[in-house]
């Protein structure tokens, strides 16, 4: 048995692979750095990245849940918890070596809201072309960060259209596969980068605007790439300031030119809002200046005589509604109104309906959209007290359970008998109430088992 152990597996649990298309707008992004990795540890990708989780980080670090649903680990390529805990998950197991901030999309934190609306899509795109390149150079075809925004539809390379079905059997593929060979179909086994002639000649049917906003994204996460530019809370500010300065246009006539919400442009420039990203894009495609020319330089590129001015915003989908849909979609809007029990609708769900976007419905139906946005979003806020209510409740509950019984009220017994979740007791006050009447049952002679 000793002989076996002496030979145990050697090879490095994290390897310090270096980022691919660092410093450039191809830059990896994270959830295929993780892919290869464990495509070189012979390892599933998820299996991989939880275990690698679990080796590195805290306790209080990891994930609520031991098992976490496959199609949310996408979610480490944008902004928020999972971005944060796998970030610091890579820099403590390569000690430093790998920036993983570089292979998401925090860097553009402050040209979201804070939920990243608006950024990641929900399954992968991929450039053929693109992949090809990586086998032919003998490399591993790996997933462009910037092919993971909702924005991006053709490559900045080939200028084609990105494809998101496997060309044999149609199938999509997660932005974030189990497989960890990204460029091979996960149904058929397909080489996703062979395509036909048929879709080639479909791929280079793009628009002057689509290629815009690729090949702007692609700038941007490419100055963003090196270390000498750095998007802070000031930046936006500071550069709708220099706008005005330079043009000499006010904030209203700014907002008018545009066709934008005032209060937006108010609220970015003093700093009370963030903006949401594809609003931002539109405004710079609007502007005719690339978002990392606005951000950075100093100059203003164009002059107001050659800005687009649209009627409506680009971001927003403004479907015309044939009158008899129109009239469905009223009665539907009108007969959630009336409903005074249970949640109340949501707007989205009626939208889906009818195949359009919450947005068209926006426009068309300005009364009722806010009334019922409204009303829902009150009935959520009360939702979520009341659900915070009840696990105070359980809490407390739970706690003078065991203590009558004359046993202390630890963690490990208030989760084993169903009185609080796993989840709950990562929470700062539960966390702090609990601890609370922990010491006062100390301090009456109540031990810890």
Known sequence: MSRLKSHEYTCPYFLSLPIQGAGTGNVEALSSYLSHQAELLSEWSHPYTGRLLKSVLDKDDLPKEDRIPGIGLRTCNGIGVMQERFAKAIREASNGKVNPDLMTLKPIEFLSDSLGHGLLRETMYWCPSCWKDDKDKGGIPY????????????????????????????????????????????????????????????????????????????????????????????????????????????????????????????????????????????????????????????????????????????????????????????????????????????????????????????????????????????????????????????????????????????ERKLRDLKYVKPSDLRREDIKLLLSTFQDIYKSLGFLND
């Open 143 to 410: 997933l462009r960060l910037y092919w993971t925004l909702q924005q991006t539809q053709t490559c900045a390379i080939h200028n084609e259209r990105l494809i998101d079905l496997c060309p044999v059997c149609g199938a999509e593929k997660q932005l974030f596969p189990k497989f960890p060979r990204q460029h091979i179909c996960d149904k058929c086994g397909h080489d996703l980068y062979v395509v036909t002639n048929t879709q080639i000649q479909q791929a280079k049917n793009i628009t002057d605007e689509q290629i815009w906003f690729s090949h702007a994204i692609y700038n941007l996460i490419e100055k963003l790439s090196s270390s000498h530019y750095k998007i802070t809370d000031s930046t936006l500010p500071r550069a709708l300031r220099r706008l005005l300065n330079m043009t000499k246009i006010s904030p209203t006539d700014l907002a008018k030119m545009l066709h934008v919400d005032l209060r937006m442009i108010k609220g970015l420039m003093d700093n009370s809002r963030r903006p949401y990203f594809p609003a931002f894009m539109d405004m710079c495609y609007r502007l005719d200046i690339p978002p990392d020319q606005f951000l950075f330089d100093k100059d203003n590129l164009t002059s107001p005589a050659q800005w687009k001015t649209y009627p409506q915003t680009g971001f927003v989908s403004t479907k015309r509604l044939l009158p008899a849909t129109k009239k469905r979609i009223l009665a539907d809007l009108r007969k959630a109104l009336k409903i005074k029990t249970g949640p109340p609708a949501r707007v989205s769900h009626i939208a889906s309906k009818y195949d359009v976007r919450y947005t068209t419905l926006r426009h068309n139906f300005p009364e009722e959209y806010r009334t019922l946005t409204q009303r829902r979003s009150a009935w959520e806020r009360q939702f979520r007290k009341d659900a915070h209510q009840a696990k105070i409740e359980n809490l407390t509950s739970g706690i003078f359970s065991l203590v009558r019984q004359g046993v202390y009220p630890s």
